[in-house]
Nanobody, 115 residues
Framework: QVQLAESGGGLVQIGGSLRLSCVAS????????MNWYRQAPGKEREFVAR????????NYEASVKGRFTITRDDRKNALYLQMDNLKSEATAVYYC????????WGQGTQVTVSS
């Protein structure tokens, strides 16, 4: 049974930092490109960041580039998203994803950025 379990969300002030984690099980983690998506209230789910299976290529949505960092630890079947200098528009539910939109999804973790 595939499971993706996100954690690390919470309430943070503008300019603060959070580190999201996602622990995977039930599939061969190291073979998958991994992604973070987010969905803000009243908006469509959107792509945030991607890391390829060998961790030598990362991609970011334009507004987070330079402030967010995606990493992975295949020994722990874990995916991370370090989010720095957070802005209010980062408020959303963040989802861990394996293999793209037709792949596997976690249940999400809430990130709220407030002033």
């Amino acid at each position: 049974q595939v499971q993706l379990a996100e954690s690390g969300g919470g309430l943070v002030q503008i300019g603060g930092s959070l580190r999201l984690s996602c622990v995977a099980s039930g599939f061969v983690f190291r073979k998958y490109a991994m992604n973070w998506y987010r969905q803000a209230p009243g908006k469509e789910r959107e792509f945030v960041a991607r890391i390829n299976p060998t961790a030598d290529t990362t991609n970011y949505e334009a507004s987070v580039k330079g402030r967010f960092t995606i990493t992975r630890d295949d020994r722990k079947n874990a995916l991370y998203l370090q989010m720095d200098n957070l802005k209010s528009e980062a408020t959303a539910v963040y989802y861990c994803n394996a293999g793209g939109t037709a792949g596997y999804w976690g249940q999400g973790t809430q990130v709220t950025v407030s002033s």
